[in-house]
């Protein structure tokens, strides 16, 4: 999903397959008797309609992808936590976040400006753990056949809702397709009035109650 619009699967689908279709007639156009000109005429026309297929293709993801960035906030910097006071062991003391921005197409063109990824650096007591969440984009890990408990099936995205950022995943614990026992976790990122970090944090498990906390950053000045 890209900030309320899925790219149509389909329209990509339908578009390779013209252009692997347009492939093939000429090439079965190529083997027939009617001199090297006529085979080179049929060559250029089709590499012509398939660079025009391909570049349908392109503007098609290009659009979704524009979609997903007509709004969010800029949450780039180094943090530093500030509350809770009772804030677990494990959560982060200080974070800093990279927000790369993409200003032009495949092809060098200006476009729309948005945000590519959101890349965290997470400082606690253990260490550094990084971590780089694709904005606009849902994903998953399946697991093999049978799947052992340490290898679950886990799905997530990264979506804007308004100037909000929802970072969800969800992994199912239980044997292949079995979708009856799993954990959930969602964090929402947001900017207050006064400017720092907000983040509510949400995890859930089946047959159990969610648990929220929320983490507020202060910016640290450059």
């Keep these: 999903m890209m900030h309320g619009r899925t790219l149509n699967a389909s329209r990509l689908a339908i578009l390779a397959t ?9 090439g079965a156009q190529a083997k027939k008797p009617g001199g090297a000109s006529d085979v080179r005429a049929v060559a250029i026309r089709a590499a012509a309609v398939s660079k025009l297929l391909m570049r349908a293709i392109m503007m098609t993801l290009l659009t979704a992808v524009c979609a997903a960035a007509q709004q969010g906030t800029d949450f780039s910097g ?4 500030i509350g809770p006071a009772d804030a677990a062991p494990d959560t982060a003391q200080t974070m800093t976040i990279r927000q790369p921005i993409v200003r032009t197409d495949v092809y060098g063109r200006p476009m ?5 990824e959101l890349i965290v650096n997470r400082e606690t007591a253990d260490g550094v753990r990084s971590e780089t969440y694709g904005i606009g984009l849902e994903w998953g ?3 093999g056949l049978p799947r052992p408990e340490a290898e679950p099936d886990t799905r997530g995205s990264t979506t804007w809702d308004g100037d909000r950022l929802v970072i969800e995943r969800t992994r199912y614990l239980g044997p292949a397709h079995d979708t009856s026992r799993y954990t959930t976790h969602k964090e929402v990122w947001r900017l207050d009035g006064t400017g720092r970090l907000v983040i509510e944090i949400t995890d859930g498990a089946s047959g159990a109650d969610s648990q929220t906390v929320t983490l507020t950053y202060q910016r640290k000045e450059a």
Excluded: E, H, K, Q
């Excluded at 013209?18 to 000429?26: H, N, T």
């Excluded at 729309?112 to 590519?116: A, H, L, N, Q």
């Design 112 to 116: 729309t400006p948005f945000y590519r």
């Design 78 to 81: 180094r943090w530093t936590l």
């Design 141 to 143: 890990i399946v697991g």
């Design 18 to 26: 013209l252009v692997v279709a347009g492939s093939a007639v000429a």
